[in-house]
């Protein structure tokens, strides 16, 4: 059973450019969630997705940011106009039941987004 | 709201000893879990532990165990028989349970902790 996968492992973007970064969940998980971590910092949540519904984008800065995860395929998240305080590790999670139950989150290797 | 607290920004230790890494947390909630998250330098988030709030008995992963103090909202991970691999940065982490859930996880800054040879 494949973990978490996500891609690309880096990105490098100049400012004002698109990133999209893509998660795709271990097989039977159909909860996404998005982190982010700034250097030196630990992870902050930033939203939490099912299959074709937002669930909780509480973390999610109001502008320039979207997730989504369709029926097929992976779960993206968006960031228009980049820029250098964008920077950092975007880390994707997935379980296989709403985070209320007794499931765990597994994290996928990240992606590293530098805004040059 | 929830906060996670980790107050030893580094720590080091000898191979072969035991070392305590301490968090703290705080919430109204009485009905949550908590993790430790490790972060070798590969920067891959890897689940070391956890623990639901309602058990009582601290939760044991070989080498890793968990002392759980509820009255206190503290939440330390001993390591024994540290290894070099154990090289990495920790995060404790906490989840809510029950209906206001969302999935959510609240973590700590982190502690980086070296394993000397």
């Known amino acids: 059973n494949a973990g978490v996968m996500q891609n690309p492992r880096h990105l490098v973007r100049r400012r004002g450019q698109e990133a999209r970064l893509r998660c795709s969940p271990m097989?039977?998980?159909?909860?996404v969630y998005w982190y982010r971590q700034l250097p030196e910092e630990g992870l902050k949540f930033m939203v939490y997705?099912?299959?074709?519904?937002?669930?909780?984008e509480s973390g999610m800065p109001k502008e320039r940011f979207s997730a989504e995860f369709p029926k097929e395929g992976p779960s993206i998240l968006r960031i228009q106009q980049v820029v250098r305080g964008d920077s950092a590790a975007y880390f994707c999670?997935?379980?296989?039941?709403?985070?209320?139950?007794?499931?765990?989150?597994?994290f996928g290797p990240g992606t590293r987004l530098t805004v040059l | 709201a929830q906060t996670v607290t980790q107050s030893q920004p580094e720590m080091s230790v000898q191979e072969a000893e035991t070392v305590t890494l301490s968090c703290t947390y705080d919430t109204s909630e009485s009905n949550y879990y908590l993790f430790w998250y490790k972060q070798p330098p590969s920067r891959q988030m890897i689940l070391v532990i956890r623990q639901e709030a309602y058990k009582q008995q601290n939760a044991t992963e070989n080498r890793f165990s968990v002392n759980f103090q509820k009255a206190a909202k503290s939440f330390s991970l001993k390591i024994s028989d540290s290894q070099l691999g154990d090289t990495a940065m920790y995060f404790c982490?906490?989840?809510?349970?029950?209906?206001?859930?969302?999935?959510?996880?609240?973590f700590g800054q982190g502690t980086t902790l070296q394993v000397k040879p």
């Open positions: 097989k039977g998980h159909s909860h």
């Open positions: 997705l099912q299959k074709e519904n937002i669930i909780d």
């Open positions: 982490a906490f989840m809510t349970r029950g209906s206001s859930n969302t999935g959510k996880l609240i």
């Open positions: 999670a997935s379980s296989p039941t709403r985070g209320a139950g007794s499931d765990t989150q597994y």
